[in-house]
C-alpha cells in the first residue's frame, strides 16, 4: 500500500485553510472586477486595439492595491501559483488559482464562475504585453533580455556627446522627465538623440 498522500486527504488536511483562500480570492476577484466596470465609460473611449490590455491594467492595478505577500506564502504551502508573473493576464491568474481551490473543495462539480470575455487569457495577455512593450520600448536586443531606458539629465539639452555616449553604451529608450527644464531643451534633447541614431546606426 503506498504511503503518498491522495488529493482528498490533502484536501482534508488543510480543508480550512483551502476555504478561507477560497473565499479572500474570490473576494479579491470581485475588487478587480468592479474596478474594471467602474471605468467602464473610459475604457469605452480606449482603441479596440488596445482595450483588452487596459482591462488587464486596471485589474492588475486592482491586484497591486493590497500587499500581496502574506497571500503569496499561503498560497506557495499548498503548491499553488503564488500570483507573482500576472502581469500580462491578471485576472485570468486568480481565476487560474481559484479553479483549482474549488476542484480542491468541490472535486468534480462545475465551477460556476466565468472567466471574464473582457480581460486577457494567458496565451492572450503574453503576446500584447510583448507587442505593446515592443512599440514603445523597441525590440528586446539580441545581446540581453532587457532593455535600458535611461531618464536623460538636464545637461543632454548642452551635450550632444552626452547624449551619443548613453545610445553607445546600450540605451535602448530614452525618457524625457516633463517636470524639469522646458520645451525648448525637450527639443534639443531629442534632437541630438535623432542625431546620435544616424551616427550610430542605433535606433532609441
Not at 500570483?83 to 481551490?101: I, K, M, P, T
Amino acid at each position: 500500500m503506498s504511503d503518498e498522500p491522495t488529493s482528498s486527504s490533502f484536501a482534508t488536511r488543510y480543508a480550512a485553510e483551502i476555504a478561507e483562500l477560497l473565499a479572500e480570492l474570490t473576494a479579491l476577484r470581485q475588487e478587480m472586477v468592479q474596478a474594471a466596470a467602474q471605468a467602464g465609460s473610459r475604457v469605452a473611449a480606449v482603441s479596440p486595439v488596445f482595450r483588452a490590455s487596459a482591462f488587464n491594467l486596471l485589474h492588475y492595478l486592482a491586484l497591486r492595491r493590497r500587499d500581496l505577500r502574506p497571500l503569496q506564502s499561503r498560497l506557495a504551502v499548498l503548491g499553488l501559483s503564488s500570483l507573482g508573473r500576472a502581469e500580462a493576464h491578471a485576472l485570468a491568474s486568480v481565476e487560474a488559482v481559484l479553479a483549482v481551490l474549488h476542484e480542491l473543495t468541490q472535486p468534480g462539480t462545475p465551477n460556476l464562475l466565468l472567466p471574464s470575455e473582457d480581460a486577457p487569457a494567458f496565451a492572450s495577455g503574453a503576446g500584447l504585453l510583448a507587442q505593446h512593450s515592443d512599440a514603445v520600448l523597441g525590440p528586446v536586443p539580441a545581446s540581453r533580455g532587457v532593455r535600458i531606458m535611461v531618464t536623460l539629465p538636464s545637461e543632454a539639452a548642452a551635450d550632444y556627446a552626452l547624449v551619443r555616449d548613453l545610445l553607445r553604451q546600450g540605451m535602448d529608450c530614452a525618457r524625457i522627465n516633463c517636470a524639469h527644464d522646458n520645451v525648448a531643451a525637450w527639443q534639443k534633447m531629442i534632437e541630438h538623440l535623432r542625431h546620435a541614431e544616424q551616427e550610430l546606426g542605433r535606433s532609441c
